[in-house]
Each structure stands twice: as C-alpha cells, then as structure tokens.
C-alpha cells in the first residue's frame, strides 16, 4: 500500500483552456495521456493518490464532467484538495459533491482523510503573490491592498486546516501528512503561519503543488525544513510522474 500525489493537471476535456503556457510548452503536450499511462503503472488499487487542487479549467461541474470522470477512471483511492482554479467546488458545498461522487473521489475539506495510521489533512492555502514593485531584480515594494486581501484569506484557510488537524485528532490521529493547494511561503518568506501549524501538530511532510512552469519551481520551501520535508508536486514539475509520499 502507497501513497502518491501530483496537483495540477489543469484538464480542459470540454472547456476552454486559459493558460498559454500549457497551449505551447512541450511538457503540456497530451499530458493526460501520458500521466493515465504513468498512473496505471504505478498506482495499485490498494494505493491512494491525491491531487492537489486545480484539477480542471470547468467553470462548473457541468463543464468538469469529462475532467471529473478522467480522474475516477485513474487507479486506486483519489482524494482530491480545492485549487484556486477548481471554480466548481464551493467550499461551502463540500458535502454535496462528496454525495455526488461518493465511492469515487472524496473531496477534502475541513475534514481529514485516514491513510494507515496517518491522516491526511489540507486544505487550498494562500500566499501572497504580489503584485511587487520591482528595481531590477530587488523587490523594492508591494500592493498594500492586495497584501490586506491575501491575509484575509490566509486567515480563513488558516481556520479551515486547523479544521481538518483537530478533526483528525479528535479521532485518535497522532501522526499527519498536510497537503496545501498553494505553496506554503510565498517567495519573500522562509517561514509562515502555515509552516508554524505544520510545526505546531507535528506533520511529518508538507506537500503543494501550484507552482508551474519552470521559472515558479523554486518559489517554496523543499526538503527538510525544521524536521518537516516539504515537497512540491505539481504535474509539470514531476512530469507527470506522481510522487510516492510513503
Ligand atoms: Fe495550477
Ligand atoms: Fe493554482
């Protein structure tokens, strides 16, 4: 029994694809294709895989059908975290998609997944992303307002993981693997209020994904980082090979 995880697949079976990159960079190219191959050869049904978040470019479930249906097809248990991009989960609406797809997929959200005697935890996350003012390549100055926006939303997701440990906790979980859809620091940060939870509930790893595209790869924390590995697994970075955790 394994655990595995790749985030950003970014798929567009029926919708329409927003980001040029993936139109034009060789790594895009069929990449579903290639990582269904990838999968079937690695993922046993006894394994579990979670995608971490920006699953598909649907602007509603109906439009996320066909991406929905190509991720249940994949082998083993799928566990899916919300991405910025996934417009058609409603966080407030978790339990409805869980119905939904019950037996499929489970969609994580203020809630744990058991794995062993792990639980999995997680939540989307937030960092602050700019816009940054620039003097060549020293940043000289921030978005004040964007800067307010983004510890607010820090703030809720901050709520929402702590959720997920304390539910996991309540049910007997010591140990924890933490997954974020966003990277855990932002690129002015060593540490955050998210590294402090890691640190705070003992989680063993830290994984995210969101960072694509070869010049974002190094915009986080990776490897041992205060007794906690941290790893980046979005699909481009891992060419499409899911990263075995445990
Ligand atoms: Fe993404
Ligand atoms: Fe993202």
Redesign the pocket.
Known sequence: MSLFAIG?LHLHFQSVLKAHGQLHAPVWQNHEEILRKNCEALIRPTDTLVLV??HSWGKNLEECERDLAYICALPGRKILLR???DMFWDAKKTDALNRLFEGKLFFLQNAYAPYQDYAIVGTKGYTFEGPFFLRGKKIVGWDKEAEAHAEKLIERELERLKISFEAARADGFSRFIMFL??PPTSILESNSAFTAMAEAYGAEQVIY??CHGESRFHDSIEGRHHGITYRLVSGDYLRWMPARIL
């Open positions: 950003d978040g920006d991405g910025n991009h859809h966003y994904a969101h």
